[in-house]
């Protein structure tokens, strides 16, 4: 079974700061990737998602995630943060072919205006 | 298209008692799952249906029961709740398992606290 791991699950930002969060998976197959964003009160919404191609994708709200299929890794990014990015995000994984996904724990993020 | 929604929104048990909350889509998707969401440890998975009939246990399946009698709908129900299943209940769905179906659509929420 796939399992995901996020780091640093608290991170507090000032606005314009750079944003990274690590993701990383355990799954020897070929994967779906995904980031999902929570803001505070609300359900989640896809940010972006990777199945093939250009291991470098963009999402939406300036976010950008690259798959590095020799680290197993899926990190988030964002080179400017505004203090409406506070959300909680979350890292999901699923095996091609396989309905299950596997979610990270989440990175509680708050930017500080 | 309203997407994925849930009811109720806000619940309160008390120890013992049952409930069911409702999931329904409009998409016409083939899977639907229900999560819970607790502090620290993301979402897991309860149970989970690949088709109008179907269910089949996620990774905590304990103390829940779920079916799928119509395509649109998935109920997940509580028959005797205990405090440990106090948590935010997201119901999602997707259209299948190859490429850009796998993307899965979540609805609010159910905010479940039991006493």
């Known amino acids: 079974a796939q399992s995901v791991s996020q780091h640093n699950h608290h991170v507090i930002l000032s606005e314009a700061a750079s944003l990274e969060l690590g993701c990383n998976y355990s799954y020897g197959g070929t994967v779906n990737l995904f980031w999902y964003v929570q803001y505070p009160g609300q359900h989640l919404q896809l940010l972006l998602k990777y199945f093939s191609g250009d291991p470098l994708v963009k999402g939406i709200k300036g976010f950008e995630a690259e798959f590095i299929k020799s680290k197993f890794s899926f990190n988030l990014r964002k080179p400017s943060v505004q203090w409406s990015d506070t959300a909680e995000y979350f890292c999901?994984?699923?095996?091609?072919?396989?309905?299950?996904?596997?979610f990270g724990k989440g990175n509680q993020v708050v930017v500080i205006p | 298209n309203a997407g994925v929604t849930q009811t109720p929104k806000f619940r309160v048990l008390k120890t013992g008692q049952s409930m069911t909350l409702l999931c329904a889509q409009d998409?016409?998707?083939?899977?639907m799952y229900w999560y819970r969401q607790d502090p620290g440890m993301g979402l897991r998975l309860i149970h989970y249906?690949?088709?109008?009939?179907?269910?089949a246990k996620g990774e905590v399946p304990d103390g829940y029961n779920v079916s799928r009698l119509k395509k649109q709908n998935f109920l997940l129900g509580l028959e005797s709740a205990a405090p440990s299943q106090t948590s935010v209940y997201f119901c999602?769905?997707?259209?299948?398992?190859?490429?850009?179906?796998?993307?899965?659509?979540f609805g609010p929420g159910t905010r479940l606290t039991v006493l």
């Open positions: 998409m016409n998707h083939e899977y």
């Open positions: 999602a769905s997707n259209r299948g398992t190859s490429g850009t179906y796998n993307e899965q659509f």
């Open positions: 249906s690949v088709g109008e009939g179907t269910t």
């Open positions: 999901a994984v699923n095996a091609r072919g396989n309905n299950r996904l596997a």
